[in-house]
């Protein structure tokens, strides 16, 4: 289907969920207390209760029904844009000659970085002066905005094949992968970096009860990924040509499992602040590598 049109639907759909979150930001207290809300919340409330005190759960506010919303709405807001990163990802080759698509893989890539260095930094400070619901119309602002530009962009239509849909047409993804073993070994270590990275999603629990820390201070750690990887990115690219990059591949892995671990035991601002800088650099050599692969 259309890749321009099914990311500007999503876009507008997150963008909408943007704009609940920043009403039920601004009044949790008119939030009606709907079954499904106190469901939510009950079922919530079991879980949180597997991991602490039922006790803690309680004061925690676990019963009040904005608390379901936000779960919900961020559940729908990512199912949306979920829906639409593969759209996202495959954009590109449908906009560029072929032969400048390797370049356009790298200004993506960058400016994917340097966009989430940039957008936490500026919400923590929004937060801090302006508080949550600014954060949430901002983003369906400019979600909205995407929308309208995207559709002055030239989108070359893909070239269709039909094919029957099929039990093997749909695992022909996999199949490409398994036979391709660089590929194959490249997405693997990936998906061990990131199941050693999960930590990183619970940073406003870190900033705020071990590292104690304000919006500010939060939105620097979630920066600091995306400085070091930027700066890897950089320096990789004035460097010479990776002589053993399947070595550097395995390396960048283990030192990215290395920092977040320190960053798991750290009680230390500036030490936490350091080690997720240092995962980013690993992971911007990770992405690095990738880039040459797409260029071959």
Known sequence: MNRRRLIQ??????????????????WPERVPAWAVLRWFDAGLLRVASLGTGAGA???????????????????LDQTI???????????????????RIADAITWNSSSFELTSML?????????????????????????????????????????????PRTWRTLGAGASFIWRNKEILAA?????????????????????????????????????APSIGAVLMAMWLTHSRPMRRPGATMLWAVGGFGVVITIFGLSHWYWLSFAMLFLSGCQLGRLGRLHELKARE
């Open 9 to 26: 639907v999503t876009l507008g759909g997150s963008a909408l969920v943007s704009v609940l979150l920043a009403v039920v930001s601004a």
């Open 57 to 75: 759960v309680n004061a925690a506010g676990f019963e009040r029904p904005a608390l379901a919303a936000v779960f919900i709405l961020l559940l």
């Open 81 to 99: 844009r979920t829906l639409g990163t593969p759209a996202r990802a495959s954009i590109v080759p449908l906009l560029l000659p072929r032969e």
């Open 119 to 163: 957008g936490p930094t500026i919400a923590g400070f929004l937060i801090a002066w302006l508080g949550f619901s600014a954060v949430y119309l901002l983003d369906a602002v400019t979600a909205f905005a995407m929308v309208g530009l995207l559709q002055g962009i030239t989108y070359r239509e893909p070239e269709q094949k039909p094919e």
């Open 187 to 223: 997405s693997g270590l990936d998906l061990f970096a990131v199941l050693l990275g999960g930590a990183v999603a619970l940073l406003p629990v870190y900033a705020d009860r071990i590292l104690h820390v304000g919006p500010i201070g939060l939105s620097w750690l979630r920066a």
